[in-house]
């Protein structure tokens, strides 16, 4: 029994976006960013263009003013974040997008989170409830928070992000939202 219908809609037009990918980590460097990697590549692969790509260490005002001033380009639609959404001390990526909510600028995404552990469990089972993948819309740009190993990259891309920001997506998509992002 298939629960829904995802379709590519040929008649529609891909539309390309800019898309920033954020590594979170006091471990990693651009020599052995394999989960960035991955992101670039398929970002890349899916038509997309690449507007910028950092690593920022384990501190949640570091990642929140990288975000805040991704966020403040015009150039850049949506940020992936790769790690940081684990249960330690050292994982504050949901904290540095809190801190944008606070400030009254962003607003959940829910579904995202939750449709991603959904995807996971598949994958790593219950190990999933560890995850805190998270995403918010804030002045008008998209932050989807991933964990940061290669399959949970995979899994976001692969089973969510590869589809909704895919302007050929039907029934709908986040592409199709971007021109209304700002309204108030």
């Avoid at 990697?37 to 890349?44: F, M, P, T, Y």
């Avoid at 692969?45 to 260490?57: M, P, T, V």
């Avoid at 990526?93 to 939750?114: C, M, N, S, V, Y």
């Avoid at 089972?125 to 949970?152: D, E, K, M």
Wanted: with cysteine.
């Amino acid at each position: 029994m298939e629960w829904f219908c995802v379709a590519v809609d040929p008649e529609r037009l891909f539309k390309p976006i800019n898309i920033a990918v954020l590594t979170v980590s006091d471990t990693r460097g651009p020599e052995d960013d394999t989960s960035g990697d991955i992101l670039v590549e398929r970002i890349k692969a899916a038509g997309h263009k690449l507007a910028a790509r950092a690593i920022e260490i384990d501190d949640a005002s570091r990642v929140a003013s990288r975000l805040n001033n991704w966020i403040d380009d015009p150039s850049i639609d949506a940020v992936i974040t790769t790690g940081g959404t684990g249960l330690t001390g050292r994982d504050v990526t949901p904290e540095a997008l809190e801190r944008i909510k606070q400030a009254g600028e962003g607003r959940d995404i829910p579904g995202f989170g939750e449709i991603f552990r959904l995807i996971s469990y598949r994958t790593i089972g219950t190990s999933t409830v560890q995850s805190r993948a998270c995403a918010i819309v804030s002045r008008g740009t998209y932050i989807f928070a991933l964990p940061g190993s290669n399959g949970a990259v995979k899994d976001g891309w692969d089973g969510i992000l590869a589809e909704q920001l895919d302007s050929r997506n039907r029934p709908c998509n986040f592409v199709e939202l971007m021109p209304r992002l700002r309204e108030v």
